[in-house]
């Protein structure tokens, strides 16, 4: 590569968590090092609809500015180097990409940072696509995105890797449907009041629900279905909810431990969002012994979805017993200069700006070795 590297911004997208995808994407847009780097932003609406805005070459000056609301931002050029496979896309939108890709750009995309979280952005579909394209992305792979986004498919690799977690049980739609009285005998006999449930698939605390007896049960359930077809119940822990930021591709690297103090009864969208009165306390006030092995489990954690890129690795230490569990390894975690993620590098002696470069550079590095490995076989 000469000259600045071009990345392409991916944010937006059809997920509940659409708003909080620009609140990352404005803060990387500010944060970038434009001596280094040039910025083409790809926008997805709520409704699917695929935008692209002119290469920046400073930051924007508002989120609407991102969603291309006004002006002419909406019918820039989608570069060539997405064309081979957005030009078989149409959308609905004011910008068809196979049009839009015909009157490209010159230059192609370097690297995607796709800073899209939940459904369609997280799970493994937009990885899935740009390894179709052939473009180096951060983050996460198809495999890895798909498994962190399932909880329950993520559970059962933490299982088979020997990691400490609380009880589950799961079942979708249909199931509960036909076996409901099973499914309530086996929960209040295994896990029992209060507990946890949660959409399978779904970040951000959407759907989740505390059932404390059957009535709520019933209607947690019914919550959570409207969610997604399959839903995860877990046991309740009197626990401290501990975090950890990992970095690296296949030898990763652990940041301090931090500790969520939620203004809520549990971590939920409100407390992360909107009341603004959950605390973030970075190092979290646990002994050294017991913070090196909640670092430890979370590379594991972190290996054990074949990670890359980035990842925020949440467990829960137990108040009485001090035991370890993990929660959930999320792939891409919130990443404005305010979420856990960046904080905890920032803690750990690794800046903003530091950490964008880092986690560029993972990507092309990934990309790279992986160009060597043969798809093909030709018999003679």
């Not at 049960?217 to 399959?230: E, G, M, P, W």
């Not at 969208?269 to 909640?294: C, F, H, L, R």
Request: glycine share 8%; proline share 4%.
């Amino acid at each position: 590569m000469s000259g600045k590297i071009r990345v392409g911004l991916i944010y937006g997208g059809k997920s509940g968590e659409h708003d909080v995808s620009l609140q990352t994407a404005m803060a990387v847009m500010k944060a970038v090092d434009f001596t280094k780097y040039e910025v083409v932003p790809f926008y997805i609406s709520k409704k699917g609809e695929w935008k692209s805005g002119a290469p920046l070459l400073a930051p924007v000056a508002s989120k609407e500015v991102l969603t291309f609301s006004s002006g002419d931002s909406a019918n820039a050029p989608v570069s060539n180097a997405l064309a081979p496979i957005f030009g078989a896309v149409q959308t609905k939108g004011d910008v068809t990409i196979a049009s839009a890709a015909a009157a490209g750009t010159k230059e192609g995309i370097d690297v995607i940072f796709p800073l899209l979280h939940g459904t369609f952005g997280e799970d493994g579909t937009i990885q899935g696509l740009l390894e179709m394209a052939n473009i180096p992305y951060v983050g996460a792979g198809v495999l890895a995105s798909a498994v962190g986004m399932d909880k329950v498919m993520m559970k059962k690799v933490f299982a088979q890797e020997g990691l400490p977690q609380c009880i589950f049980r799961h079942f979708t739609r249909t199931e509960w449907e036909k076996n409901r009285a099973y499914h309530l005998v086996e929960l209040e006999t295994a896990i029992g009041y209060p507990c946890f449930v949660k959409p399978a698939n779904l970040g951000s605390s959407v759907g989740i629900s505390k059932a404390r007896n059957q009535e709520e049960l019933i209607q947690a359930v019914s919550f959570a279905f409207q969610y997604d077809r399959k839903v995860i119940i877990e046991e309740n822990i009197d626990a401290r909810e501990i975090e950890v930021a990992v970095l690296g591709n296949d030898e990763p690297q652990a940041s301090v431990v931090g500790e969520i103090v939620s203004s809520n009864e549990f971590y939920d969208y409100k407390a992360k969002y909107i009341d603004g009165k959950s605390a973030m306390v970075i190092p979290a006030d646990i002994p050294a012994e017991t913070a090196e092995q909640v670092r430890q489990l979370a590379l594991q954690a972190f290996l054990a979805v074949d990670g890359s890129g980035l990842s925020r690795v949440d467990f829960f230490l137990g108040k009485a017993d001090q035991k370890i569990y993990i929660n959930e390894i999320n792939t891409m975690p919130g990443f404005t200069p305010y979420s856990m993620y960046p904080l905890l590098w920032q803690e750990s002696g690794k800046p903003y700006g530091e950490l964008l470069d880092d986690l560029i550079r993972l990507a092309i590095e990934r990309h790279s070795a992986k160009q060597s490995i043969q798809y093909s076989f030709d018999v003679e």
